[in-house]
């Protein structure tokens, strides 16, 4: 990165999660969602900021009790073909956990439970004696659903579980996921591109840009109502079921590249690809501040009409 240049892959990302919901996390590649949640789960560690899980600081935790407290935060992984070692069976890699966490007492309880989990998450229990390669991507994200379980976790980070998988299996996926959370009483953090399925699992929606949280409101003020050019321009791209209404949907296209997390724009971030940006928007970074209530935008024309260019105009 050349020396005294520092790359913050997410600066100032502030948010909470209430015990029982979903969290739609959404941005283009590059802008740090995948960071924030392995962060959170110190998969990465983080160089300064604060996590707090149940009132307990999770950066401040020590080995020991991390382990302990992993039992209550596990992780569904982007992709299924190389999250499963493929030199141990599908009874090993989800055992592995009850044997960390001595969750079984012998090999036969050891054995049930994994039967158990493998049915949970629709797939048959004589599975276990099978190795990845023998199964399709959609039962491997499966599998790996069914490890995540085996601890019995209140918290789960799905970094883009079904973005890997064919688009007939996904929503076999996301249904999956959405009944345990019933069931179990899960809380979810959906990492996710597609922006249909965002709205369909997730309570509320964060939306990144370049490592900074640009909007968070519940799910359908995000949808019906969004304040940030960003995401406006994200969600008029987003194809209308209905012909009509998509033949008359007008495009808000960003212009220019995504700028380098190195080198960031001074002010916010978006600046440099937004039609709504003036001069303060080069001095000042937008906070998040709470325009409506319960939604947050970063932006100072949040909510403002964006001008026609170039014959595009936004979709209202």
Known sequence: MGKGRTL??????????????????????????????????????????????????????????????????????????????PRMTVMDIIGEALDIHRLAAGRAARKARVGELLQLVGLNADHANRYPHEFSGGQRQRIGIARALAVNPKFMICDEPISALDVSI????????KELQREMGLTYLFIAHDLSMVKYISDRVAVMYLGKLVELADSDLVYTGPLHPYTRALLSAVPIPDPNAEARKKRIVIKGDLPSAINPPSGCPFRTRCPLARGICAEEMPPLAEHRPGHFAACHFAGEPVPEQDGVVPAE
Not at 9 to 35: H, M, N, P, W, Y
């Open 8 to 85: 913050k892959a997410v600066s100032d990302v502030s948010f909470s999660i209430r015990q029982g919901e979903t969290l739609g996390v959404v941005g283009e590649s590059g802008c740090g969602k995948s960071t924030v949640g392995r962060t959170l789960l110190r998969l990465y560690e983080p160089t300064a900021g604060e996590a707090y899980f149940n009132g307990t600081d999770i950066y401040k935790l020590s080995p020991g009790k991390l382990k302990n407290l992993r039992r209550d935060m596990q992780m569904i992984f982007q992709d299924p073909y190389a999250s499963l070692n």
């Open 170 to 177: 996904q929503a076999q996926i996301v249904n999956l996921l």
